[in-house]
């Protein structure tokens, strides 16, 4: 379903890869319509009196959070730009959160004009930032504290979050204390309580743990009076990058935190997931431009440069690749690696791939997550397409660059002094 051979042909749905890639030329990022509804509806079904809130950074393109506000998804906002987006996409600010060790004066003003639910708030001084802002609107400002739990997500060390030592949250012996202030402050309403302890979790104890550590804070929390609303369990679900990997579903995690929350009927939960909406339903259509040999090792440069994907450089993430028609030839151990003036640029390392030929293409699997998000017009390459396949019709989802827009925010800069 969504990604598969068909004979001996890599199909996006029903176009094939070497047909799209007629069309579209390459790099270009892929989507298949059918597993992003597939995922979020699964998520919609476990939680289906929750709020999900997608995780935009995953992957902020504009008609992606178009198809998702139809869904009925909130959103889980880091910036002042991704709050313009997913308002533009249509989504209900009663389900947007606001997360982000660092949110500026103006987002905050932003944030409040727009009447999001809630700020998850992660210091002292951003607490009182908000109160202060609130108070210049006459507004009150719906807060939770985002509270870090000292759990170890097992997970990449720059994407883990739930440790204490991470610039992230509330430390978890300190929460009370800032409920208290809190609730002294007269433009603050104080209706949540959230965690995310980090991205790419394939085990669902974490969870757990941090579920147990939460609660025992709510508990305390009504002992004093302060009667939350809402608990935000965060995102992170991982996905299938490797074979031997197994994430646990959207509905084992519901069922883990239920099983400590589960007592609280007066609560609504928030899970703020973004990778495994959106992670697994993409391809990145690429083609070999050059073989080489140096020393005893064996490159396919290919026109995917570590400026469309940067996961493997950053996180040394494996993703399989595929050969976008099945060959005879054998798999040798190759690096496959990007035009890109760095020696880390590369896709893979020391894979067993065949060698294929110039011209060949080939399909970057699970890059819809952080993959077009993160990407730049490093060595002043142009960023690349997008398109979702629904059946077999594309949808064009972001035009490539194109030579004049490596120049559009350098010129005509008079206006701007
Ligand atoms: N909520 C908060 C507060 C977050 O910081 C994140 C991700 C999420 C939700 C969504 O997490 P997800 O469900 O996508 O795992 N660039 C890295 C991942 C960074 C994750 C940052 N925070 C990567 O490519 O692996």
């Not at 798999?331 to 060949?360: H, M, N, W, Y």
């Not at 699970?366 to 997008?386: E, F, L, T, V, W």
């Amino acid at each position: 379903m969504g990604i598969k051979y068909i004979k001996n042909e890599l199909f996006i749905e029903q176009i094939s890869a070497v047909k799209l890639a007629e069309l579209c030329d390459t790099p270009t990022y892929v989507y298949s319509k059918k597993l992003i509804l597939n995922n979020f509806n699964s998520y919609k079904k476990a939680f289906n009196n929750d709020i999900v809130c997608y995780a935009v950074k995953a992957n902020s393109n504009q008609t992606l959070l178009e198809i998702l506000s139809n869904l009925g998804a909130g959103a889980d906002i880091v910036s002042g730009g991704e709050l313009f987006k997913v308002l533009r996409a249509g989504i209900n600010p009663q389900k947007i959160v606001y997360s982000g060790v660092g949110k500026t004066a103006e987002e905050i003003k932003y944030a409040l004009e727009s009447n999001i639910l809630m700020f998850n708030v992660e210091s002292y001084e951003e607490l009182c930032a908000i109160n202060k802002i609130a108070k210049q609107m006459n507004k009150k400002a719906r807060i939770a504290f985002r509270v870090n739990p000292n759990v170890d997500p097992d997970t990449h060390k720059y994407i883990a979050t739930g440790k204490h030592g991470t610039k992230f949250g509330i430390k978890y012996e300190d929460a009370i204390d800032m409920y208290i202030s809190a609730s002294k402050m007269a433009n603050i309403e104080i209706i949540g309580i959230d965690t995310h302890i980090g991205s790419q979790i394939l085990k669902i104890e974490p969870y757990k743990l941090a579920a147990l550590k939460i609660s025992k804070l709510i508990d305390k929390l009504e002992s004093l009076n302060i009667h939350l609303k809402y608990i935000d369990i965060g995102g992170g679900l991982g996905i299938k990058y490797e074979k031997n990997q197994k994430p646990p579903k959207p509905i084992e995690l519901k069922k883990a935190v239920m099983s400590v929350f589960g007592k609280y009927k007066d609560k609504t939960l928030i899970v703020e997931p973004g990778r495994s909406i959106i992670g697994n339903t993409g391809v990145m259509l690429g083609k070999v431009i050059y073989r080489k040999k140096s020393g005893n090792k064996n490159f396919l440069i290919v026109d995917i440069g570590m400026n469309d994907l940067i996961r493997p450089t950053l996180y040394d993430a494996y993703h399989n690749i595929l050969p976008v028609k099945k060959t005879s030839k054998k798999p040798i151990t190759l690096d496959i690696v990007g035009p890109i003036c760095e020696s880390g640029d590369f896709i893979a390392k020391d894979r067993k791939f065949p060698l294929l030929e110039q011209g060949d293409l080939i399909a970057v699997e699970c890059i819809g997550a952080y993959g077009s998000a993160m990407s730049s017009q490093y060595n002043s390459r142009k960023r690349s397409r997008g398109i979702i396949v629904d059946g077999k019709k594309v949808i064009h989802i972001r035009r490539r660059d194109e030579f004049e827009d490596l120049l559009r925010l350098e010129e005509n800069l008079e206006k701007y002094l």
